[in-house]
Nanobody
Framework: QVQLVESGGGLVQAGGSLRLSCTASRSISSINIMAWYRQAPGKQREPVASISSGGSTNYADSVKGRFTISRDNAKNMVYLEMNSLKPEDTAVYYC?????????WGQGTQVTVSS
């Protein structure tokens, strides 16, 4: 079973940028969908972006044009480039993989955007 570790979170001013990384414990080349989710205080966890093994991407409407998801199968890494950050982007960001019926989450990384 793959293990996922997120990094790259922090405190940034509105309009700033951050790059999140998700490091997998084994090869992700066979994992079709890798995704980023986020959970703000008092809210449900929500999908942010996903990427298939073929490179197809999907984004939540709230982040389209500002966030970019990418993956590097050779390095077992998934990235989330976040630009033009807004206070409402403040949340814990999680990396997720699904292999068959097994869903794996990382521990999350905190992103705080100040106004």
């Amino acid at each position: 079973q793959v293990q996922l570790v997120e990094s790259g979170g922090g405190l940034v001013q509105a309009g700033g940028s951050l790059r999140l990384s998700c490091t997998a414990s084994r090869s992700i080349s066979s994992i079709n969908i890798m995704a980023w989710y986020r959970q703000a205080p008092g809210k449900q966890r929500e999908p942010v972006a996903s990427i298939s093994s073929g490179g197809s991407t999907n984004y939540a409407d709230s982040v389209k044009g500002r966030f970019t998801i990418s993956r590097d199968n050779a390095k077992n890494m998934v990235y989330l480039e976040m630009n033009s950050l807004k206070p409402e982007d403040t949340a814990v960001y999680y990396c997720r993989s699904v292999v068959g019926v097994i869903m794996t989450w990382g521990q999350g990384t905190q992103v705080t955007v100040s106004s």
